[in-house]
T-cell receptor, first 112, second 113 residues
């Protein structure tokens, strides 16, 4: 049974560019949450997707957007990248709730 | 807003000793408290969780206790082993229209042989 997978593993972008990160949830899960983890900090909630809709959003600007597909996989898009967007981006999946969220390995984004 | 404080930030113990990590939360409506272990280069791994209708939960060498009155919850690891070395995060649910998790800042645990 595959766990949560994310791609790519690492990414280097330039300020002002746009990036798309991808996540496949654990088998049987229908809810995907995205988190940003800065170095030395705990994960910060970006938003959650359920039934292909954004259900809840944290304190992140509109430059951060997402999408969920019918197979429950999800994408995180960040536009107009800033240096401060450099972080580990984590995807977590669960079954229609915040309970028992399982995280993927993350995508390390570096903005130069 | 919602806040979760975690202490200590670093903890060094000898193999076989016990380790305790403590968290406090601000939202009295919080009802779910998971703990995650994050090893270098990996995503957080759920190791144990507790809901507000339970005061204590144990799974082999790890246990979590919850004091709702004081808004405290703690992770206890007994008989520590070098492979327990990692960063541990606590989290608490919040209810600002819809539930989400708020994480603490992490505790780096080092278990020396």
């Amino acid at each position: 049974d595959a766990g949560v997978t994310q791609s790519p593993t690492h990414l280097i972008k330039t300020r002002g560019q746009q990036v798309t990160l991808r996540c496949s949830p654990k088998s049987g899960h229908d809810t995907v949450s995205w988190y940003q983890q800065a170095l030395g900090q705990g994960p910060q909630f970006i938003f959650q997707y359920y039934e292909e809709e954004e259900r809840q959003r944290g304190n992140f600007p509109d430059r951060f957007s997402g999408h969920q597909f019918p197979n429950y996989s999800s994408e995180l898009n960040v536009n107009a990248l800033l240096l401060g967007d450099s972080a580990l981006y984590l995807c977590a999946s669960s079954l229609d709730s915040i309970y028992e969220q399982y995280f993927g390995p993350g995508t390390r984004l570096t903005v130069t | 807003g919602e806040n979760v404080e975690q202490h200590p930030s670093t903890l060094s113990v000898q193999e076989g000793d016990s380790a305790v990590i403590k968290c406090t939360y601000s939202d009295s409506a919080s009802n779910y408290f998971p703990w995650y272990k994050q090893e270098l280069g990996k995503g957080p791994q759920l190791i144990i969780d507790i809901r507000s209708n339970v005061g204590e939960k144990k799974d082999q060498r790890i246990a979590v206790t919850l004091n709702k009155t004081a808004k405290h919850f703690s992770l206890h690891i007994t008989e520590t082993q070098p492979e327990d070395s990692a960063v541990y995060f606590c989290a608490a649910s919040t209810n600002t229209g819809f539930q989400k998790l708020v994480f603490g800042t992490g505790t780096r645990l080092l278990v020396s042989p």
